[in-house]
């Protein structure tokens, strides 16, 4: 069975840190491309980093670029997301999700992430940084 466990949301002053994990299971995630979108009350899910874990490459929307560092441990089958310096603005649910080959190929050619071309979705985490 396909999983993805999103996890280490919480509350955190302007400036902080967190770090958010996406174990999966079920699959390899060097087979696929993975991605963290989020997500506000009445907004549309954007999609803020992605990694294609098999050559490397990695995305990030120009607001977090600087900020937030996407990573991957092949051994553990978990991609985290390193956030630092978060703003008020970046409060919103996190989600993890995984794609096959247009993810893949979308993050390669910096095309960002596309919601509906992810296959899998794990549920996700809280994160409130508060001014």
């Known amino acids: 069975e396909v999983q993805l466990q999103a996890s280490g949301g919480g509350l955190v002053q302007a400036g902080g840190s967190l770090r958010l994990s996406c174990a999966a299971s079920?699959?390899?995630?060097?087979?696929?491309?993975i991605g963290w979108f989020r997500q506000t009350p009445g907004k549309e899910r954007e999609g803020v980093s992605g990694?294609?874990?098999?050559?490397?490459?990695?995305y990030y929307i120009d607001s977090v670029k600087g900020r937030f560092t996407i990573s991957s441990d092949s051994a553990k089958n978990t991609v985290y997301l390193q956030m630092n310096s978060l703003q008020p603005e970046d409060t919103a649910t996190y989600y993890c999700?995984?794609?096959?080959?247009?993810?893949?190929?979308?993050?390669?050619?910096?095309?960002?992430?596309?919601?509906?071309?992810?296959?899998?979705w794990g549920q996700g985490t809280l994160v409130t940084v508060s001014s």
């Open positions: 990694i294609s874990s098999s050559d490397g490459t990695k």
């Open positions: 079920g699959f390899s995630i060097d087979d696929y491309g």
């Open positions: 999700a995984a794609g096959g080959y247009s993810v893949i190929a979308a993050l390669v050619q910096g095309q960002g992430l596309r919601a509906h071309e992810y296959d899998y």
